[in-house]
Nanobody, 124 residues
Framework: VQLQASGGGLVQAGGSLRLSCAAS????????VAWFRQAPGKEREFVAV????????YYDDSVKGRFTISRDNAKNTVNLQMISLKPEDTAVYFC??????????????????WGQGTLVTVSS
């Protein structure tokens, strides 16, 4: 599966952005897709996932209530709607696809396919 993340940009604190992860070469069908982010000088961290095993969403506490992950099977995309953005949300956002078990959906190593990342910059 080849992934392409898009939708990043520069936004003021309190603003919104919608990221999109598109698959090419193969459908997302059968894969769980998650969003991770990596801030400068930091490790890549989990943000959100829609787990196909139970079709439930899971979020890191830092984004809960502000970010929403959704899946559009017709368009073969997984989206991340982000509102009330904060400067600490500044990072490169990556989408990853894999077949994790539920207990591992937040783990970086559960995802074998990655997009190139899209930069989100939130100014204060």
């Amino acid at each position: 599966v080849q992934l392409q993340a898009s939708g990043g940009g520069l936004v003021q604190a309190g603003g919104s952005l919608r990221l999109s992860c598109a698959a090419s070469g193969r459908s997302f069908s059968g894969y769980t897709v998650a969003w991770f982010r990596q801030a400068p000088g930091k490790e890549r961290e989990f943000v959100a996932v829609l787990y196909i095993g139970n079709m439930r969403t899971y979020y890191d506490d830092s984004v809960k209530g502000r970010f929403t992950i959704s899946r559009d099977n017709a368009k073969n995309t997984v989206n991340l709607q982000m509102i009330s953005l904060k400067p600490e949300d500044t990072a490169v956002y990556f989408c990853g696809a894999g077949r994790p078990i539920l207990s591992s959906v937040r783990s970086l190593t559960s995802y074998g396919y990655w997009g190139q990342g899209t930069l989100v910059t939130v100014s204060s």
